[in-house]
């Protein structure tokens, strides 16, 4: 008795990734990672469906010393081994500080899925050259208090230079002293 065995097609799933670069990343690194992540896709057999630049925003805590990032959102479809690889793939990459991949669909029919070539196109990436702090710039526009310094208002820089030693107790002798 013969045993037929089918091979069945691998197993499809929808996922969607994030990852953070650092918020001074180039043009030509960012082009990099894109092209890097597009690359693996293709070669294990998957399909990019969504790619969305969101810009720099502000972490919610610091991450490797960044307060700030570059989020870059994208969706694909394929197997385990595409998820293994483009993680192994983004933790390589000294601008990408951190990822996050999340499976959206567990049984995915990849005939069924139409996607736009302009929706799967990475963009370039156009940011500000200028890393600005975000509390300079909420203080220039006035919405917080500028910071108080340490010693009070009380002096002037011309007050502690005509400042004589007469003016300052000698703590050994007992006359000046609160003993």
Known sequence: MAV???A???RQREYETIYLMRPDVTKESAGKIASRIDEVVKRENGKLTLVETWGRRQ????VRRCKRAVYVYFKYVGGNGL???LERNLRMLDDVIKFQTVLINPE???AEFKVDPEAVQ???LNLPDDVEDEKALERALGFI???KHARGNDFTDDDIENISDDDIP???NTKDGAQ
Request: charged share 25%; hydrophobic share 40%; net charge negative.
């Open 4 to 6: 037929f065995q089918i």
């Open 108 to 110: 995915v029919d990849v």
């Open 170 to 172: 000698d703590l050994n």
């Open 145 to 147: 208090e500028p910071q």
């Open 8 to 10: 069945l097609p691998p």
């Open 83 to 85: 998820v293994a690889e």
């Open 122 to 124: 990475f963009e370039e």
């Open 59 to 62: 972490l919610s805590y610091t």
